[in-house]
T-cell receptor, first 112, second 113 residues
Framework: GENVEQHPSTLSVQEGDSAVIKCTYS??????FPWYKQELGKGPQLIIDIRSNVGEKKDQRIAVTLNKTAKHFSLHITETQPEDSAVYFCAPQGGSNYKLTFGKGTLLTVNP | DAGVIQSPRHEVTEMGQEVTLRCKPISGHDYLFWYRQTMMRGLELLIYFNNNVPIDDSGMPEDRFSAKMPNASFSTLKIQPSEPRDSAVYFC???????????FGSGTQLSVL
């Protein structure tokens, strides 16, 4: 199965700073790379995703970059705000099925 | 759309009892997933369905767990008999045709005493 590692496990930043979370995966056939945000007491929510034919995608303050050769992709959040505080998960999709394998999560804390 | 609806939100039961968790996916979605979340093991895929047919149940812990999807708008996850180590948050998620994007419910917090 897919092995997924996410770093760092916790990240604390000051409001307005940038945050970067990295995800490495093992299945070279993976072709779909989403990031989910989970707030306390809620289910994970998709915030951005990228397919393997694209190197970067941006949506306002968030962006995802993909390096298929090195088998990693990253979440970038700029101008962080307190409401960005949450747990973030990467969940690459294997090439042969529709299963998403979730990383262990990164607890992001944005300090006002 | 109301999103994925799960019930109950919280369930407290005693060891040995049967537990049934329920899920209504988003209308038009043809994939349905059951996940379990714990601090130790994170988010684990238990089973997923496509067009009401179970596709992969390799994540189901043991025979005490079973899942059904009798129609496109309803699925259940049953644990019988329940054990304290089953305590976790159970999420249902659905995905539109083509797979990919998951839409999660709010989860069921299960506590087995």
């Amino acid at each position: 199965g897919e092995n997924v590692e996410q770093h760092p496990s916790t990240l604390s930043v000051q409001e307005g700073d940038s945050a970067v979370i990295k995800c490495t995966y093992s299945d070279s056939a993976s072709n779909y790379f989403p990031w989910y945000k989970q707030e306390l007491g809620k289910g994970p929510q998709l915030i951005i995703d990228i397919r393997s034919n694209v190197g970067e995608k941006k949506d306002q303050r968030i962006a995802v970059t993909l390096n298929k050769t090195a088998k990693h992709f990253s979440l970038h959040i700029t101008e962080t705000q307190p409401e960005d505080s949450a747990v973030y998960f990467c969940a690459p999709q294997g090439g042969s099925n529709y299963k998403l394998t979730f990383g262990k999560g990164t607890l992001l804390t944005v300090n006002p | 759309d109301a999103g994925v609806i799960q019930s109950p939100r919280h369930e407290v039961t005693e060891m040995g009892q049967e537990v049934t968790l329920r899920c209504k996916p988003i209308s038009g979605h043809d994939y349905l997933f059951w996940y379990r979340q714990t601090m130790m093991r994170g988010l684990e895929l238990l089973i997923y369905f496509n067009n009401n047919v179970p596709i992969d149940d390799s994540g189901m812990p043991e025979d005490r767990f079973s899942a059904k999807m009798p129609n496109a708008s309803f699925s259940t996850l049953k644990i019988q008999p329940s054990e304290p180590r089953d305590s976790a948050v159970y999420f249902c998620a659905s995905s539109p045709p083509g797979g990919g994007k998951l839409f999660f419910g709010s989860g069921t917090q299960l506590s087995v005493l």
